[in-house]
């Protein structure tokens, strides 16, 4: 019996993680490659009509722009999001509109494996500075630093991420 309940919490837990990558995967896939050779230039009608479009379909994310070390995305939450911790990723957030608490540094309590190497998700940040962000503020996020949305019910921002490279 033991056994059939840890099959059953493996299976379950598989089922959910791999419908969490599947979707985050579809809001970030299909993003315009970023160009080597010239600028691009995103309106802010444009970043406006991606927060639309998240809001109308119930996503969190929508990739801007794909540059394979980096990408430039608007985000919309409006709840409580996973606390997570990058070990290679550095992000840049531009609050565009609503308020928010967000959490961040301390440490990540019950971390489980995320999707990269030194990745971590978690349920709460022990320990952490939590402070409200609105429209205006920029918070910058390094590696290795937990940080997540604590509370909001309408929050838009621009994530911009930028992956170290081997030589840093």
Do not use: C
């Not at 809001?55 to 801007?64: E, I, S």
């Not at 309590?109 to 022990?126: L, S, Y």
């Not at 939590?130 to 918070?139: F, K, P, Q, S």
């Not at 994530?159 to 081997?166: G, V």
């Amino acid at each position: 019996m033991m056994i059939q309940k840890r099959l059953l919490l493996g299976l379950t837990l598989f089922l959910i993680t791999s419908f969490i990558s599947t979707t985050v995967h579809a809001q970030t896939a299909n993003a315009p490659p970023a160009p080597t050779d010239r600028a691009v230039d995103i309106s802010f009608s444009e970043i406006l009509e991606a927060a639309s479009q998240l809001r109308g379909n119930g996503l969190a994310t929508k990739r801007l722009l794909e540059g394979g070390i980096f990408s430039v995305n608007v985000r919309h939450i409006q709840a409580a999001e996973t606390i997570l911790q990058h070990g290679r990723i550095t992000e840049v957030w531009v609050i565009r509109e609503g308020v928010g608490v967000v959490v961040t540094g301390g440490t990540l309590v019950g971390a489980q494996a995320g999707a990269g190497p030194g990745d971590f998700r978690g349920g709460v940040i022990e320990g952490g500075h939590e402070r409200i962000i609105r429209a205006g503020d920029l918070v910058f996020i390094p590696p290795g630093v937990p940080h997540g949305i604590k509370e909001t019910e309408s929050i838009v921002y621009l994530n911009i991420r930028f992956e170290l490279r081997e030589s840093d």
